[in-house]
């Protein structure tokens, strides 16, 4: 079973930074994208950035230049570092894997892959 736990969420005034972290159960990043997605209140689930199957990096592009996605193999974790936070960055925000699949497509079907429980950012002054 695969197992995803969060960290790192919090509250930051705008402008302000944070790092979240994914912690990953052992997986063959060769078969699993990984990545992270966000659910603003009342809003709809967004893809913020992944890493696929050969390593190459998706971010969105409301938040390009501003958030960067990276992974430890090694270790089994993930992270996002988030620069630059705007109040519309408040969401909670989920990381996710899928094998044989993109992050981008859970949006649609998630049960395509796993989550973790979430972690709540909060952007404001």
């Known amino acids: 079973q695969v197992r995803l736990v969060e960290s790192g969420g919090g509250s930051v005034q705008p402008g302000g930074s944070l790092r979240l972290s994914c912690e990953i159960s052992?997986?063959?990043?060769?078969?699993?994208?990984t990545g992270w997605l966000r659910q603003a209140p009342g809003k709809e689930r967004e893809g913020v950035a992944e890493?696929?199957?050969?390593?190459?990096?998706t971010v969105a592009h409301s938040v390009k230049g501003r958030f960067t996605i990276s992974r430890d193999n090694d270790n089994n974790s993930m992270y996002l570092q988030m620069n630059d936070l705007k109040p519309a960055a408040t969401a909670t925000y989920y990381c996710a894997a899928a094998p044989g699949s993109t992050i981008a497509a859970m949006l649609v079907r998630p049960e395509l892959g796993h989550w973790g429980q979430g972690t709540q950012v909060t952007v404001s002054s």
């Open positions: 052992s997986i063959d990043y060769r078969r699993y994208s």
């Open positions: 890493i696929d199957t050969y390593g190459d990096i």
